[in-house]
């Protein structure tokens, strides 16, 4: 029997979080610098990165996370393909899997990246806002609130981040 990794996607696998606050910068007013800097030294980043802007009228923060080129525009976080692979090729059952608010809007271009990325498995892949149902013997994701979600059983893996 495979042992079954949960792989989160986004700043596990995938720096999105870079690609969206310069994303942001662009489509603001006013960067709020002081603010993220004092929450960056101190490693409080708020996860919602809009609260260091003000935007331009009639732009959705959340727009990003549904533009095709999000993803294809972001690289993997260093060593994440020799990792993904190398678990793969040991024999994991590696299911990713990420939060997903517009999951409709979101799902495809996630996985077409992800499809397009690890090509040399089949991708399995599951937007959620509810990681803890998901059946697996390991979790890697980089934040608390999913990880508590998990069944005892499950060892859990937390990856560092600024938030």
């Keep these: ?44 980043v708020d996860y919602f990165l809009p ?13 990003f996370w549904a533009e095709k080129r999000t993803y294809p525009s972001t690289p993997l976080l260093p060593d994440a393909y020799r990792v993904v692979k190398n678990l793969y090729e040991a024999g994991y059952d590696i299911t990713f899997v990420s939060f997903c608010m517009n999951c409709e809007k979101q799902y495809k271009n996630k996985l077409k990246y992800l499809q397009r990325t690890f090509d040399f498995m089949d991708v399995c892949f599951i937007p959620t806002e509810f990681k803890g149902k998901i059946v697996s013997d390991y979790i890697i994701d980089d934040r608390n609130k999913f990880l508590a979600m998990m069944p005892e059983h499950v060892k859990l893996v937390k990856m560092k981040t600024p938030y």
């Design 51 to 63: 609260t260091y802007f003000e935007l331009y009228d009639g732009i959705d923060p959340m727009d």
């Design 1 to 44: 029997m495979k042992n079954k990794i949960t792989l989160d996607l986004d700043l596990t696998t995938v720096p999105s979080d870079k690609t969206w606050f310069e994303w942001l910068k662009s489509c603001s007013t006013v960067f709020y610098e002081d603010s993220y800097s004092h929450d960056l030294l101190n490693e409080e």
